[in-house]
């Protein structure tokens, strides 16, 4: 975290996510560090990722039942691993806002044997089938709606929701198609701040391909997310420009996210392996039917293969 710095994570939040990270077996694949650029405090979530390949997630079920923080993960665990068997990553999301822990959202994303778009979606209805989610034909509705090759690339369940919704990550969509597909679908959000996240990303990234966060239960719900990913961001001191001129960072966090942009490979302690970190991408948000534009940057530590022959 001493990469990313204090103006993004302050030294309480950090020093709360090193020791829950720190009490977690060594078995993820990944971690991500999620950072809200326009508020003070430097206030993060942290997620770490699980790899069905590499046996990540079967590891972890075994530590789990041990900690009484994580009994309901290990149940869901349990009884997802039937439901969701075509799932190759499994990551769970912790926020760090609070004086405690949250307990975790969960997410997935399809593994290689998912090629079509069709099994995409059965695999976001099998993650709310594990959860209760009601979404009774929402999800059939959503899939006639969007247009080809548009698809989920991940699925979660928001545990901080006071409802439960299923969060879905949807690729093959360019910035400039966002504000048609969503008006395709119906969704009910504020349409005149859509407009103006859509021109925000086009600045900071052209037309390049982007993810759409939609949510859902037995609706849409008018909240989205517009992910940007880190190739497409090329002009780091546009970007931050842009974003405080939107009011979405303070002159600290934008000083800290450029700093912060680069990918960088690093030697991974202990190990002798290696690891890559830097920004993995930018998110643009609107949480509700209210205007109020948010900004996000997520961070990711990957392990990378040692081909010297050391496990990483």
Same mark, same amino acid.
């Given at each position: 975290?001493?990469?990313?710095?204090?103006?993004?994570?302050?030294?309480?939040?950090?020093?709360?996510?090193?020791?829950?990270?720190?009490?977690?077996?060594?078995v993820a694949s990944g971690h991500v560090l999620e950072c809200r650029l326009g508020e003070a405090g430097?206030?993060?979530?942290?997620?770490?990722?699980?790899?069905?390949?590499?046996?990540?997630?079967?590891?972890?079920?075994?530590?789990?039942?041990?900690?009484?923080?994580?009994?309901?993960?290990?149940?869901?665990?349990?009884?997802?691993?039937?439901?969701?068997?075509?799932?190759?990553?499994?990551?769970?999301?912790?926020?760090?806002?609070?004086?405690?822990?949250?307990?975790?959202?969960?997410?997935?994303?399809?593994?290689?044997?998912?090629?079509?778009?069709?099994?995409?979606? +059965? @695999? %976001? *209805?099998? #993650? /709310? =089938?594990?959860?209760?989610?009601?979404?009774?034909?929402? $999800? &059939?509705?959503?899939?006639?709606?969007?247009?080809?090759?548009?698809?989920?690339?991940?699925?979660?369940?928001?545990?901080?929701?006071?409802?439960?919704?299923?969060?879905?990550?949807?690729?093959?969509?360019?910035?400039?198609?966002?504000?048609?597909?969503?008006?395709?679908?119906?969704?009910?959000?504020?349409?005149?701040?859509?407009?103006?996240?859509? +021109? @925000? %990303? *086009?600045? #900071? /990234? =052209?037309?390049?391909?982007?993810?759409?966060?939609?949510? $859902? &239960?037995?609706?849409?719900?008018?909240?989205?997310?517009?992910?940007?990913?880190?190739?497409?961001?090329?002009?780091?001191?546009?970007?931050?420009?842009?974003?405080?001129?939107?009011?979405?960072?303070?002159?600290?966090?934008?000083?800290?996210?450029?700093?912060?942009?680069?990918?960088?490979?690093?030697?991974?302690?202990?190990?002798?392996?290696?690891? +890559?970190?830097?920004?993995?991408?930018?998110?643009?948000?609107?949480?509700?039917?209210?205007a109020d534009i948010q900004a996000k940057a997520y961070f990711s530590l990957v392990n990378l293969p040692?081909?010297?022959?050391?496990?990483?």
């Amino acid at each position: 975290m001493s990469l990313i710095g204090p103006n993004l994570i302050g030294a309480a939040c950090a020093r709360s996510v090193s020791a829950f990270a720190a009490s977690l077996p060594d078995v993820a694949s990944g971690h991500v560090l999620e950072c809200r650029l326009g508020e003070a405090g430097g206030i993060c979530d942290y997620s770490f990722v699980l790899s069905r390949g590499n046996g990540g997630l079967d590891r972890f079920a075994a530590f789990v039942p041990e900690d009484p923080f994580w009994s309901q993960t290990a149940e869901v665990i349990r009884s997802a691993e039937g439901a969701l068997v075509d799932a190759g990553l499994i990551w769970l999301e912790v926020d760090f806002g609070a004086k405690e822990p949250s307990r975790p959202s969960f997410f997935v994303s399809h593994g290689p044997d998912l090629r079509t778009r069709a099994e995409r979606f +059965d @695999l %976001a *209805r099998a #993650l /709310a =089938g594990v959860f209760d989610v009601s979404l009774r034909d929402a $999800l &059939d509705t959503l899939m006639r709606k969007l247009p080809e090759p548009v698809a989920p690339k991940q699925a979660g369940i928001m545990a901080g929701r006071s409802g439960r919704q299923l969060r879905l990550v949807l690729d093959g969509i360019k910035v400039s198609q966002v504000c048609a597909m969503l008006a395709r679908i119906g969704w009910p959000g504020h349409a005149r701040s859509l407009v103006r996240v859509s +021109d @925000l %990303a *086009r600045q #900071l /990234a =052209g037309d390049a391909s982007c993810r759409v966060d939609l949510d $859902l &239960d037995e609706r849409v719900a008018p909240s989205v997310g517009l992910e940007l990913g880190y190739p497409a961001l090329t002009d780091p001191e546009r970007v931050v420009r842009c974003l405080e001129a939107e009011g979405l960072c303070t002159p600290d966090t934008g000083s800290a996210l450029h700093l912060a942009m680069s990918r960088r490979t690093l030697a991974k302690p202990r190990t002798g392996g290696r690891i +890559d970190f830097g920004l993995n991408h930018l998110k643009l948000g609107l949480r509700s039917a209210a205007a109020d534009i948010q900004a996000k940057a997520y961070f990711s530590l990957v392990n990378l293969p040692d081909f010297q022959g050391n496990s990483v």
